[in-house]
């Protein structure tokens, strides 16, 4: 992104609203990148390209199955 980077918009949100969750995503994210993340606030941070099934995974296990 331009101007700001998706740690530092996660660190904003979170700042405004704490109770919001957040998946962050990322086409060059190292260990230290990836750790940022979460510690920003992330649930977690998966790194470009990823499996759909660990995201959905992923959602299920902090959300339930979302169909109805």
Same mark, same amino acid.
């Given at each position: @992104?331009?101007?700001? /980077? !998706?740690?530092?918009? &996660?660190?904003?949100?979170? =700042?405004?609203?704490? /109770?919001?969750?957040?998946?962050? $995503?990322? +086409?060059?994210? !190292?260990? =230290?990148? @990836?750790?940022?993340?979460?510690?920003? !606030?992330?649930?977690?941070? $998966?790194?470009?390209? $990823?499996?759909?099934?660990? &995201? =959905? /995974?992923?959602?299920?296990?902090? $959300? +339930? /199955?979302? =169909?109805?």
């Amino acid at each position: @992104m331009p101007k700001l /980077d !998706g740690i530092n918009a &996660l660190r904003i949100i979170k =700042r405004i609203n704490p /109770d919001v969750p957040a998946i962050t $995503f990322s +086409g060059n994210a !190292g260990s =230290r990148e @990836m750790a940022e993340s979460v510690k920003a !606030g992330a649930l977690k941070c $998966f790194t470009k390209p $990823f499996e759909i099934a660990e &995201l =959905r /995974d992923c959602i299920k296990s902090h $959300f +339930g /199955d979302l =169909r109805t």
